[in-house]
């Protein structure tokens, strides 16, 4: 009676290991540097190196009300290492936030700033993602800036 107490103890514990899900941790998805891409003529952003792309018009129309102006623009993006990307571009009035969702990006934050952006680039600052526009520098998360 013991032993087929002990054996079905046993089937259980190892059928609750089998049914539980494998996590991998920890992980890094940042890239390390910025990523400058240009929109193209469809309004698409594509990232060969890493097998990225994503339609930036309706990026596009929720800064500037309008999804046409695309056109000869340049996105700035960057991921940090819990896999949110933050993209901006000149003119643009803060740094959207997005995270991976079923085969999109998702807007997660939308980062305001007072003044449009005139020269922005991202640095990679860890934990923070640093944003540099002009003599001007903010360290950023998902969840906003520093201190916020």
């Known amino acids: 009676m013991k032993s ?3 054996m ?3 089937i259980l514990i190892i059928s609750l290991v089998g049914c539980s ?4 941790a920890p992980a890094n998805f940042a890239w390390s540097i910025e990523t400058v891409l240009p929109v193209d003529q469809n309004g698409m952003v594509t990232e060969k190196r890493y097998e990225f792309s ?8 929720a800064e ?5 102006l695309y056109y000869d623009e340049e996105l700035h993006i960057i991921k940090n290492e819990k896999g949110f990307y933050f993209i901006t571009a000149k003119s643009f009035s803060g740094v ?8 999109a990006l ?6 305001s700033f007072e003044q449009k952006l005139s020269n922005p680039a991202f640095n990679s600052r860890f934990p923070w993602i640093e944003l540099v526009d002009g003599d001007s520098k903010y360290l950023l998360d998902n969840k906003g800036l520093k201190g916020n």
């Open 106 to 111: 998702a807007l997660t934050n939308k980062i």
């Open 54 to 61: 994503f339609n930036a018009k309706p990026l596009f129309f």
């Open 96 to 103: 959207y936030v997005f995270q991976e969702s079923d085969g």
């Open 64 to 68: 500037k009300g309008d999804s046409a």
């Open 4 to 6: 087929i107490i002990l």
């Open 21 to 24: 899900s494998l996590k991998l």
């Open 8 to 10: 079905v103890m046993g």
